[in-house]
């Protein structure tokens, strides 16, 4: 029989010690924090973030790109590196432009936001890049879509992108598309493609974020060489979807084919029922230190020791996959919940009593400053912290075999601490906890990788992406 902690026990423990050092201490994501001491280390685990040395920042050019999501990829015309990004996030049914992608180049990288420049466009934009959806589609989504990742093929020449819904529980779309982008200006779309059928809403576990597949690793994976996945924030309002960082490796598909893309290789799977699992254990497993106002629901509050992926508040990004002679492993970075969650508006936390029925709300202390301004229903906390973790190699190709499962008993990230501890230099979003809009790109070729953080806030302007640039130690 499981224990389930209720308030009182949670804040005796947490006054006592027993749910460890760090939390006794009292988390802050001011201060930051060591990782709990209840983490499972693996010690075939080596990326961490000690392998990532940040060389400074730069920010997105102001026209267009306010509300540009984190979506980079990086290319080499020539011998110079150039970088892509978006204009425009969302499309939706009343939107007047289809947005474009952009070349840019990196300026010189400042320590701090408020100094940092804008990075430079090279003169290349392409206009109506990236597939558009009509008719009863473009109905069903009229929350909008996303725009989720991009990666530069320089074998097939073509930008890769996911795309995502915006809270439209019912609408089945397209996840995958290609494009060419041509010298003269014009584009070469591919797709777009939807997963395993047109009528499968399983597509919400691939249809957010991408991480290209280390050459090493590639043949175990039957040639694949790029992984897809999503989690509760990248599939909103619907379901299935990953309630944790789910992750699975695809066949790309070829440019002039019109099937479906393969069901793939699930690496990290922690959607409903995977492994047989049964609420709340197929969520991603994860430190005990919080109690949640809503234990039935979404935010499933410990049992026997064990913590559970806090639905979108808890939130992890794949930033980077290597398979190097020093180096391996995928690191993964985001943000993560702690003391109390609940389901609701920020400043008030709604109850649930035992059958899942509302039973009010309660004020919110100490106050989640980060979310205050943030007036919609949603997920909150009153201790966030960034994050990041590691994901074995070697438990990555244990589930590729076969030998150990996908699902959330055979794969939980490791918990190496807090980023913005190490960089307290990188701005926080405006209106949300650490992360929410991010892209990464590896540029194997400099050995460096990039960061856009979305709606970081940059003096003269209101929001931009923020680009930042580390050196990576392989």
Request: a neutral charge.
């Amino acid at each position: 029989m499981y224990e389930l902690l209720n308030r009182r026990l949670f804040l005796g423990r947490l006054a006592g010690g027993t749910l460890g050092a760090g939390l006794a201490r009292g988390y802050s994501p001011a201060l930051g924090q060591a990782a709990p001491k209840n983490v499972r280390v693996m010690t075939d685990v080596t990326v961490s973030l000690d392998d990532l040395s940040w060389l400074g920042m730069c920010h997105g050019p102001s026209d267009g790109f306010s509300y540009n999501e984190g979506q980079i990829t990086v290319r080499y015309v020539a011998g110079e590196r150039r970088i892509l990004m978006i204009r425009w996030h969302q499309k939706d049914a009343t939107a007047t432009t289809t947005g474009s992608i952009v070349e840019l180049r990196l300026p010189a990288l400042a320590r701090a936001a408020d100094t940092s420049q804008a990075m430079t466009p090279t003169g290349r934009e392409w206009s109506n890049w990236c597939w558009q959806p009509t008719g009863a589609l473009l109905s069903a989504l009229s929350n909008g879509w996303h725009i989720g990742g991009l990666w530069w093929d320089d074998t097939e020449r073509v930008v890769w992108y996911t795309m995502w819904p915006y809270f439209s529980p019912t609408a089945v779309m397209p996840f995958l598309g290609a494009t060419r982008l041509n010298d003269d200006g014009s584009v070469t779309k591919y797709g777009p493609w939807y997963y395993v059928s047109p009528n499968d809403l399983r597509f919400r576990k691939v249809c957010w974020y991408l991480v290209p597949i280390p050459a090493r690793l590639q043949s175990v994976l039957g040639g694949r060489r790029l992984a897809v996945g999503a989690n509760t924030m990248g599939a909103s309002g619907g379901s299935p979807t990953n309630w944790g960082p789910g992750l699975t490796a695809i066949q790309l598909p070829g440019l002039t084919s019109a099937d479906p893309v393969e069901p793939g290789v699930p690496l990290m799977d922690y959607s409903p029922g995977a492994g047989a699992l049964t609420h709340p254990w197929f969520h991603c497993r994860r430190e005990p230190d919080y109690f949640s106002y809503y234990d039935g629901g979404a935010i499933p509050g410990p049992r026997d020791g064990e913590g559970f992926w806090q639905a979108s508040a808890d939130l992890a990004f794949p930033a980077i996959w290597v398979s190097e002679n020093t180096r391996s492993g995928l690191l993964l970075v985001g943000r993560r919940t702690s003391r109390e969650t609940w389901y609701g508006l920020a400043a008030a936390r709604n109850t649930f009593d035992a059958k899942g029925n509302f039973a009010g709300r309660l004020p919110v202390e100490p106050p989640d400053v980060m979310m205050l301004d943030q007036g919609s229903t949603g997920y909150h906390s009153n201790g966030w912290q960034s994050a990041a973790w590691s994901v074995s190699n070697e438990h990555l190709r244990q589930v590729a075999t076969g030998a150990r499962k996908a699902s959330a008993d055979g794969m939980r990230p490791v918990l190496l601490g807090a980023w913005n501890t190490r960089w307290p230099e990188i701005p926080k979003p405006i209106q949300v906890p650490y992360v929410q809009h991010e892209g990464f790109a590896y540029d194997v070729t400099a050995g460096q990788l990039l960061w856009a953080h979305g709606r970081s806030k940059v003096v003269g302007h209101s929001v931009l992406p923020t680009v930042h640039v580390f050196d990576v130690r392989t």
